[in-house]
């Protein structure tokens, strides 16, 4: 991957088109106050970088209350729109001298353009605390560099309801079982999927995920991928794969490539659809449109392998990292200790945000995570889950596969021709 001082002059205009958010403020958290400025009694405003939109609402409810408890300290929230768009303008940031104090990083290789710029957090108060797998994607020569967000899980989403006037009484675990509750919705008069293929994130980083993860050894298949001694093209899961992906189009929404994030959420939350491809990170979302969604959760299988397919894909969502050069940083260390160790913050994590938390000390609560988290600290709990590995692919190859999809669902390439443009993509953005 390029360093980011390699790619300063290219993003120097598109930092020109970048607009932050306004924000309030707050002071300390449970750690005692170190000599930054507003140990010196200025006002300090905190600008963090959010990844996620889902919780934009929340975030705001939350950097109001921390502003009410913690004189002197501002909290500047940016939400980005789209998942496509945040590493884009966060080098523009960079490159126009306008880095956010805190923001976000999902780990692995997508740190390394970054690790020289980031904080060290290894003696903070919340790492012992740290689920063991949650600190893998930002640990790095025995130092820990970021602070998980939470635990996801990726999955089949579906309403219930649906699923029960068609008829289904098993969740399918097999690809034939999930063509035959497809076949059984069409003849309820009921669209069985809601698919979103407008953009690259949830085909190059979600759908891409499943061949990779059932591999069987994802990490050695990525090495062999990188040295030359493996190929997508041939693959037998990525093949089965395939099959999956036909699927999901022939039953799916007519204008998928045409069907944004918003209005595929829209659609499913108003029972338009019974399946859709999501995590428990949208439940604020559907909460918001349909408090009443009766939502549970299955397995993507890609072949009729019951073992290789019945269960979710589980990672950490994302990491809160720091701007090493900040001048703020005490006090971002001290708002993300607040975060993860105050009543008040594990409050926002698992009933506000309805997040799985990534830390031993704080419990899910069912009614807190929604039915979709309680659905996946299930699978979680009877060691029903695969790992997350977008994180791990060269900078550039989930966007490139994820057009290569779109195409596909075109009818522009073949099964073949898909294959062969992921190794393509990944053949020349590998690290040489």
Known sequence: MKRISK???MLLLTSAMLAGCGGGGGNAGTEPKENGEAAAGKEVTIKIMNFKVEIAQEFTKLKEEYEKSHPGIKLQVDTMLGGDDYNTQLKARFASDEMPDIFNNEGYSQMDPWVEHLEDLSDQPWVSDVIDIAKEPTA?????????????????????????????????????????????LEAAGITPFINTFDNWFGLGFHALNNPMAKQPDP???????????????????????????????KYGN????????????TQF??????????????????????????????SMPINDDAALNDNVFV????????????????????????????????TYLTKEFKFIPAFKSIKADPTGVGSIG????????QGKVLGWHWAKYPDGFAQESGASMQKYVAGKINRDQLLGEFQAAWDKMKAK
């Open 140 to 184: 790095r020569d025995g130092k820990v560099y970021g602070m998980p967000m939470n635990l996801e899980g990726l999955a089949f989403l579906y309403n219930k309801d649906l699923f029960a006037k068609a008829g289904i009484a098993k969740l399918p675990t097999t690809l034939s079982e999930l063509e035959e509750a497809a076949k059984k």
């Open 7 to 9: 790619i300063t002059g």
């Open 254 to 265: 007519k204008n998928a490539l045409t069907t944004d994030y918003n209005n595929a959420s």
């Open 219 to 249: 990490n050695a298949f990525i090495k062999g991928l990188n040295d030359g001694t493996a190929t997508f093209t041939g693959n037998a899961i990525y093949e089965d794969w395939t099959k999956l992906f036909d699927l999901m189009i």
């Open 269 to 298: 939350a108003t029972g338009q659809a019974a399946i859709t491809q999501s995590g428990n990170w949208i439940q604020p979302v559907f909460d918001k449109i349909n408090p009443n969604l009766n939502v549970g959760v299955f």
């Open 374 to 381: 309680a659905e996946i600290t299930k699978y979680i709990e």
């Open 315 to 346: 990672g950490v969502a994302n990491n809160w990292v720091i701007y090493k050069d900040s001048p703020v940083k005490k006090e971002a260390k001290e708002f993300l200790n607040w975060l993860a160790t105050s009543d008040t913050g594990k």
